[in-house]
């Protein structure tokens, strides 16, 4: 199982590069059956904030939907024992509170990998980073 990171779905929503290109493609496979995939509750949050913040509300709230019914890809609720432990993972690896979820959540999950472009999940020794 692979933990998709939230700029995985901004790139895929928002940048005609290629890396957004690339970010596209790992979610027609997870959409395909191909990976097994999740992501975080707080992902959406995420992804809904930026595609308003470079689009619109309208443009935010497809986007959002289309995460939500995402073929394949498993969503992890952030509850207060997630917390909890994203709190340590901020403690122990001077992350900032987002990514510390996201590392909690990828942990909570045995994720194999974090698929994200963010190098601060480097020092996140439990899981590696693949990049985008």
Known sequence: MLYLDANVFIYAALNLE???SRARAILKRVQRGEISATSSALTFDEL???VKKYRSLADAAIAG???L???GLELIDVDGDLLAVALEIMRRYQ???RDSIHAASALSKKAEAIISTDEHFDKFTEIKRRSI
């Open 95 to 97: 992350l900032d509170p």
């Open 18 to 20: 290629d890396i957004g």
């Open 69 to 71: 019914s995402m073929p």
């Open 65 to 67: 939907e289309a995460f």
């Open 48 to 50: 809904v904030w930026a």
